[in-house]
Nanobody, 124 residues
């Protein structure tokens, strides 16, 4: 069982950077693929980025590729999302999630644990 708490959201201007953190409680953090999803106003929740259990591989949605970087520190039970060159369309509630699966890891339904979300608002 894992409990996740996101932090680091806020109001920024287009072109700014922001770093989100997700702190996990539990003794088996390294057993999970970690991911970030987001849900913008009037939109469905969408995949943003994920990172493998040992941080060896990452995968990004096309919309954030080259701008966002996901990382994890298993010793600190923390996953991060560095967001650069933010755009108004990045405005959303960002959720941290954990999965024990090995397939379908861009799908929210395959994640068992979720944080409460942190709001990111990018103004133009």
């Amino acid at each position: 069982q894992v409990q996740l708490v996101e932090s680091g959201g806020g109001l920024v201007q287009a072109g700014d950077s922001l770093r989100l953190s997700c702190a996990a409680s539990g003794r088996t953090f390294s057993n999970y693929v970690m991911a970030w999803f987001r849900q913008g106003p009037g939109k469905e929740r969408e995949f943003v980025a994920r990172i493998s259990r040992t941080a060896g591989t990452t995968y990004y949605a096309d919309s954030v590729k080259g701008r966002f970087t996901i990382s994890r520190d298993n010793a600190k039970n923390t996953v991060y999302l560095q967001m650069n060159s933010l755009k108004p369309e990045d405005t959303a509630v960002y959720y941290c999630a954990a999965s024990s699966a090995y397939y379908g890891l861009s799908l929210s339904g395959n994640y068992n644990y979720w944080g409460q979300g942190t709001q990111v608002t990018v103004s133009s």
